[in-house]
């Protein structure tokens, strides 16, 4: 299996589907079935080497805790590819598109099949942290 290198990003206000068939990190990207790679807005994880970047809120948990927390959200993992990327099967979200996050990722609310909101489920797994630059006025029920 391998993943495809470029996807276009949803433009800004777009609802969208994505059915998540991979995930790299807490915080994104998620790799869609339907072509976007999702950045979960509002929220900030460690990068996979650990460090957090410049101007960013830096959590105290780990990037694979962050991560195994995201991908059990989607159902648990379906196995690993080489460039350590897990594959999950996770029933589609429905996302509205913040636009760019940078390269070919879509920044983006999305909210799971159960109803819940994927950045406000994240947050309350206490392995990312809320980013206010991008929260805005998005709101957790």
């Known amino acids: ?9 949803v433009a800004a206000g777009q609802s969208f589907t994505c059915t ?15 072509g976007p790679h999702i950045r979960i807005s509002g929220i900030a994880a460690r990068e996979m080497d650990g ?6 809120p830096c959590p105290p948990a780990t990037a ?23 594959i999950v099967s996770a029933p589609a979200m429905h996302c509205r598109s913040e636009g760019s996050a940078g390269g070919s990722r879509t920044a983006a609310w999305c909210t ?10 994240m947050v309350r797994t206490g392995t990312v942290l809320r980013w206010d630059r991008y929260w805005k006025n998005h709101r957790c029920r």
């Not at 299996?1 to 990003?9: E, G, I, K, Q």
């Not at 460090?51 to 960013?56: K, P, S, V, Y």
């Not at 799971?112 to 489920?121: F, N, P, V």
């Open 20 to 34: 998540p068939t991979h995930v790299w990190d807490g915080d994104g990207p998620i790799w869609c079935a339907e």
């Open 1 to 9: 299996m391998f993943l495809t290198l470029a996807a276009a990003v």
């Open 51 to 56: 460090t957090c970047r410049t101007n960013q």
């Open 112 to 121: 799971l099949a159960s109803g819940a909101d994927l950045s406000c489920a």
């Open 64 to 86: 694979l805790e962050a991560r195994d927390r995201l991908v059990s959200l989607f159902g648990g993992p379906r196995g690993t590819i080489p460039t350590g990327h897990v």
